[in-house]
């Protein structure tokens, strides 16, 4: 039994790094919240102002649902067109970023423009389109068609670099030309995933749709940043109710595109409880 | 999955088809109900054809403006803002991480095995994840007034649901052989969790952490446009006042944290998990 002595006194010893780690997170924790200005005083004052205004909040004030509706259907707009005009862009350029089937002198300017599309968030890339087309639903649409590019483009990539290119060399052993081998090589590889990724972008588009308003790119957002603004709280709670109750519509429409395109589920399958699609992970969530 | 129209036709002349009626119609549907969607908005949507036009030539206009890029702004006020994201980023995630991991235990039910506590955490899961950060921020500095405070907590809140969910996930997902060891040893539950779960599930806590703090340096780089503090402050002031080359100094600045941010992330995944 020479073996149970050699081992430590502590076989649960921890190494040194994950201490040191440790200690310099908390240094930094310690110092970042210092420039936060936090102190007992401002947590009163919060926790009162607090109290105020969720009794402002409610009860909900939907008198003025026109506006709201108007809000709420231009979103919605914005999230349909900018999808569509995303995917419909993002399919040649992720198609062109992807380095097993393209050279590099195609890959890298795709590669670069999907990395600008991503870089920068849909509202700040809304401000840019508001001074170039002007305030209203076009702003939001273009500034969420960049955000689309990017997020499909780079999945939508990945996709076609982890396929097995049997299939694609077997429809190269034909003679037959490019279109053919992306359509039956490639496409039937990276469908499901790409049902996936569309069906998420128009979710997360529906989301941001909601809030490029906020800088005058159209939609709901405006108006729910102009009641803000006007102390207007509870019209406010009723704005957030409404897209609160949106996105969850549309999580489970896009739940169900899922089902019926990745386990070829038919209508009566969809009020049928269960399926594996519905609780699909998505480690992209944003 | 073929169909044959008919099983007593010959071979040579049956029709074979990948999905069943049933599911063809379903795909129609849903086609048909994208393809009307497009048109309805296409028709509806207030677009101002003058506007668009005019595009081109404010787009060279705003470059003109933008161009030479203000650097000399940059020591005054957009170093300090920049870090005040990079703070508001980094407090937020741990704060979220803090917060969502008895949220995520509380939502595995096997680890809990009470379905009501199940659906209660996942209900904080959900409602934290469908209000936006922008408006999580609103909310904040309604609260406590404008300033990173403000930030942090919309950042730190909107990412409990995000990193419960997926925290949750992975415990639900994890082995049942050390956890029945351990608790046949006899083993308190504290030392079923932090020698049963957590070295199962570190690998994906730890980067759901990371990946998250890559979201929220991009998300609270924004959150100063409603006042919660950060770079956003500094290029929204920027923008009232038209200083377009100051604009374009604070977006090379994000631009430049968002892939310091990316390549941080991408080492430490590396070289820790």
């Known amino acids: ?286 | 999955m073929g169909v044959a129209t008919a099983a007593s036709m010959p071979v040579a002349e049956r029709i074979w088809r990948r999905f069943t009626p049933e599911q063809r119609f379903t795909r129609f549907v849903v086609y048909l109900v994208i393809v009307a969607s497009i048109v309805l908005s296409i028709r509806s949507v207030e677009v101002i054809p003058e506007f668009l036009a005019d595009a081109p030539e404010q787009v060279v206009d705003l470059l003109k403006r933008m161009w030479p890029i203000d650097w000399p702004h940059y020591p005054d006020t957009v170093h300090a803002a920049l870090m005040e994201t990079i703070h508001i980023a980094s407090l937020g995630t741990l704060l979220a991480l803090v917060l969502a991991l008895p949220v995520g235990i509380l939502a595995a039910h096997n680890l809990v095995p009470f379905v009501p506590i199940n659906l209660l955490a996942k209900l904080i899961l959900v409602s934290s994840r469908s209000v936006n950060s922008l408006v999580w921020a609103l909310l904040f500095v309604g609260i406590f007034g404008p300033g990173a405070l403000a930030g942090t907590l919309a950042i730190g809140f909107r990412s409990i649901g995000f990193v419960g969910k997926l925290f949750g996930e992975a415990l639900e997902e994890s082995q049942i052989g050390p956890i029945e060891a351990l608790k046949a040893a006899g083993s308190p539950w504290r030392s079923v969790l932090a020698y049963g779960y957590w070295p199962q599930v570190k690998p994906s806590f730890w980067s759901i952490a990371l990946f998250r703090w890559d979201i929220n340096v991009r998300e609270s780089a924004v959150l100063g446009l409603v006042g919660a503090g950060g770079i956003g402050m500094a290029l929204d002031s920027a923008l009232n006042l038209f200083q377009w080359d100051r604009v374009a100094l604070i977006l090379f600045a994000i631009f430049a944290v968002v892939i310091l941010a990316e390549i941080v992330v991408t080492q430490v995944r590396k070289r820790v998990i």
């Open chain 1, 1 to 286: 039994m020479n073996t149970v002595a050699a081992l430590p006194a502590d076989p649960f010893q921890r190494s040194v790094w994950p201490r040191v780690a440790a200690v310099a997170l908390l240094v930094y924790v310690i110092y970042a919240a210092a420039q936060m200005e936090i102190s007992w005083e401002r947590v009163q004052t919060g926790l009162y102002n607090a109290q105020r205004f969720f009794g402002r909040l409610f009860p909900p004030n939907f008198s003025r649902w026109e506006l709201l509706a108007k809000g709420l259907v231009e979103s919605l707009e914005i999230a349909v067109l900018a999808s569509t005009l995303g995917i419909l862009l993002a399919l040649p350029i992720g198609l062109a970023a992807a380095r097993n089937l393209m050279p590099p002198w195609v890959t890298w300017p795709a590669r670069l423009i999907i990395v600008m599309a991503r870089s920068f968030h849909p509202v700040i890339v809304a401000i840019l389109f508001v001074k170039a087309v002007g305030f209203g639903a076009l702003a939001g649409i273009l500034a969420l068609t960049v955000a689309s590019v990017g997020f499909i483009g780079k999945l939508f990539t990945e996709a076609i670099e982890e396929i097995s290119l049997k299939q694609v060399e077997a429809v190269r052993a034909t003679g037959a030309p490019f279109a053919s081998v992306l359509w039956f090589g490639v496409l039937p590889q990276v469908f499901s995933r790409f049902i996936g990724f569309a069906t998420y972008q128009l979710d997360s588009n529906l989301r941001n749709s909601t809030m490029v308003g906020i800088v005058g790119a159209g939609g709901i957002g405006g108006t729910l940043f102009a009641a803000f603004q006007r102390f207007d709280y509870d019209f406010v709670c009723a704005i957030l109710i409404s897209i609160i109750s949106l996105i969850m519509i549309g999580e489970v429409l896009a739940t169900a595109v899922r089902r019926i395109f990745i386990e070829h589920a038919t209508v009566a399958d969809l009020f049928r409880a269960g399926g594996a699609a519905s609780r699909e992970r998505h480690l992209e969530d944003d």
